[in-house]
């Protein structure tokens, strides 16, 4: 199977690129793409080459990276050192985002309500059924909560959302992390599953009294009902992209190999539990250099003038200290 | 072509043996031709059922038949617990709905079309019908979504909850909290996409009902319905469960639009409001994300489906042959 999927991907890059000879070459997340975009088209007004990238999901992503049909794979859940020695790639975090959860009850508006992860965890756990339980009453002293069944959304396909949203509830509750764990895909206990982070705001956006998560910028777009959480520091956090930061900057990436690092449950006041990275992936001794160094420089091109672009789309850029971190690993382990 | 132009050039006196073995030669090259386009049928559906076999055989060697009657589906588990029976019983019930529904309606139609339409209306009706053949699975999905999720959650389904409210097992079967997304919603959506087959086969068969059947029916003083009921059903029956059995294989392979509407959960809750998910649901939506033996285990999951597949038709095969049996004693 895996030698046909290579032919399947390769006729597919072949297709997509014998026009343009000297486009990069890029597949995986679908968490990245937007501002991946965005990227590729101000570096194609600049440098005239273009990046050709395919938002097919993370493990797909990986995979073509594996198979070297593509020149850069992005994945939102990071390879584990180990991992990433057997197969001689060189990784790093290029991007951060925001994952919120969204919820759809009349007269609660977006930031009213406030959960806390072990809460949430009940909930999609189905130990917390109905929206007017004690556990809720009690974070929202204020807020009149109907007695209604509470539906759970998540998603259907396997995703890099979920892989961060599930391991921020195996953080905060052990029933989580013994009854379901984390992972791309997971085994729920409750709830409907809908496709794409589009699948689960059409669904909380149109059905009443259901809760789900989504990236933010979604949550922004759709104008959904997004909630407060309780964060690490046991401080009532809003999801806005100062709280965003506050969890990037805590995050210790200097000294996790690989840059193995999930962003939930990050310590600090004002840190937004649940952010999550997308990592990209490169051959450390490819087979075709010269793509190598060109995709490098998208890259290059990417961190030192995409922060804005990437903010414009509710994107949090990497700190600067953390640029300078991936461009000594870029000369030290990408071979020219 | 080339052989009749060659004969006008040979002209007088025309050479018999080189004719013939000019038509021979065209035969067999054509002969070879057909036998090939045959073949390469037989070596296509080979190479698709190797390739599931061989994609399958670590989920096969993993699981063993257990994979059947397992519930747990749990790829992120150490090690993945993987169980098909989640789908198998989506794809049953779905299909089971939307055929309950599908055939009355369906035959109805046809019955409608073929005996007691005026003729002004039964070009609009059945051009109506193919076009609703024609519409992409997609747009049934979104349909269902916007449109009728809504109607089912808040009005419909509300109301069947409240109606069997206490009732032993239908109180299961109609049992609540309502959802947009659920088995019967997508066996709804199922038997509006399959209804088109039923009918357009239906009406093509009754058409080949000879007139003076049904006029000698309608002689001796039948009703049309004992007209229908007794000639024109048992004239056509082969063609009508051909038609039946179409229709089955669409709904039990349909993926886009289910995929949209059933939930795609893989528990079995006994309710038919309840979310479910489908063979094929469930690998559109876990296959790009999946690995290893989760993804091998998607593979197995296709391969039941052709199995599952492949025994209506022949079941729908051996039924036909039995009934024709049966008539010609």
Not at chain 1, 149 to 166: E, K, L, M, Q
Not at chain 2, 52 to 81: C, H, N
């Amino acid at each position: 199977m895996n030698f046909i999927k290579a032919i399947v991907a390769a006729g597919l890059v072949a297709a997509s690129t014998s026009a343009f000879a000297a486009d990069i070459t890029g597949a995986g997340s679908t968490f990245i793409f937007p501002v991946l975009s965005k990227w590729a088209d101000a570096y194609k007004k600049e440098t005239t080459s273009g990046v050709n990238y395919q938002s097919i999901g993370s493990g797909a992503g990986i995979k073509q990276i594996q198979a070297n049909t593509v020149t850069f794979g992005a994945t939102d859940a990071p390879l584990k050192a180990e991992q990433l020695e057997k197969d001689g790639f060189a990784q790093w975090p290029m991007i951060m985002g925001a994952i919120v959860p969204v919820v759809n009850i009349d007269g609660i508006k977006p930031g009213d309500m406030v959960l806390d992860g072990d809460t949430l965890a009940k909930i999609y756990l189905g130990t917390i059924t109905k929206w007017d339980d004690a556990a809720i009453k009690k974070l929202n002293p204020k807020l009149e909560l109907p007695s209604a069944a509470i539906s759970v959304v998540h998603r259907a396909d396997g995703s890099g959302t979920t892989f961060n949203f599930t391991d921020y509830l195996a953080k905060v509750s052990a029933d989580w992390k013994s009854k379901v764990g984390s992972g791309t895909a997971v085994e729920w206990p409750v709830g409907v599953g809908a496709k794409g982070n589009e699948g689960v705001s059409g669904n909380v956006g149109q059905a009443k009294n259901t809760i789900g998560y989504v990236e933010y910028a979604y949550a922004k777009q759709n104008k959904l009902t997004y909630t407060a959480l309780v964060n690490k520091a046991g401080k009532t956090v809003q999801p806005a992209t100062e709280a965003f930061q506050a969890a990037a900057s805590n995050a210790d990436w200097a000294n996790a190999p690989g840059y193995y690092l999930i962003l939930t449950d990050q310590p600090g006041d004002k840190s937004w539990p649940i952010v999550a990275s997308t990592f990209i992936l490169m051959h450390k001794d490819a087979t075709d250099k010269a793509a190598s160094q060109e995709a490098i420089k998208f890259f290059k091109f990417a961190f030192s003038k995409g922060g804005k672009m990437a903010e414009e789309l509710d994107y949090i850029p990497m700190p600067d200290a953390v640029v300078k971190l991936i461009e000594k690993t870029w000369a030290a382990d990408i071979k020219s | 072509m080339a052989v009749q132009s060659d004969l006008m050039e040979a002209a007088e006196p025309y050479d018999r043996a080189k004719a013939l073995s000019a038509f021979k030669l065209g035969d067999v090259t054509f002969y070879w031709i057909t036998r090939l386009c045959a073949i390469s049928v037989l070596l296509i559906l080979g190479g698709i059922i190797i390739s599931l076999i061989v994609g399958a055989w670590p989920a096969m060697k993993e699981y063993g038949f257990a994979f059947l009657w397992t519930q747990r589906w749990a790829p992120s588990a150490d090690p993945p617990v993987l169980g098909a029976l989640g789908p198998i019983y989506g794809t049953l019930v779905t299909s089971f709905i939307a055929m309950l529904i599908a055939i009355p309606v369906g035959i109805g139609i046809a019955i409608f079309l073929t005996e007691l339409c005026p003729q002004m209306l039964r070009r609009p009706i059945g051009i109506a019908i193919e076009l609703l053949a024609g519409i992409p699975s997609i747009i049934y999905g979104m349909w269902g979504f916007f449109v009728l999720g809504p109607f089912l959650a808040y009005t419909f389904q509300p109301f069947m909850i409240s109606l069997f409210d206490g009732v032993p097992v239908l109180g299961t079967i109609f049992g609540g909290p309502p959802s947009y997304l659920s088995l019967f919603n997508a066996a709804l959506i199922l038997a509006i996409m399959v209804l088109p087959f039923i009918t357009a086969i239906s009406v093509d068969v009754f058409k080949t009902v000879p007139p003076v059947l049904k006029e000698a029916a309608y002689g001796v003083g039948c009703t049309t319905w004992e007209v229908v009921r007794n000639v024109v059903i048992p004239y056509t029956r082969v063609g009508v469960i051909g038609g039946i059995m179409l229709a089955l294989g669409r709904a039990l392979g349909e993926t886009m639009a289910v995929t949209f509407i059933i939930g795609n959960s893989f528990r079995i809750s006994g309710s038919i409001f309840g979310p479910g998910t489908t063979i094929s649901a469930a690998i559109a939506s876990e296959f790009a994300e999946s690995d290893g033996l989760h993804q091998s285990g998607l593979i197995l999951l296709g391969l039941l489906l052709f199995v599952l597949t492949f025994f209506v038709l022949a079941a729908a095969r051996l039924m036909l042959m039995r009934l024709e049996k049966k008539a010609g004693n």
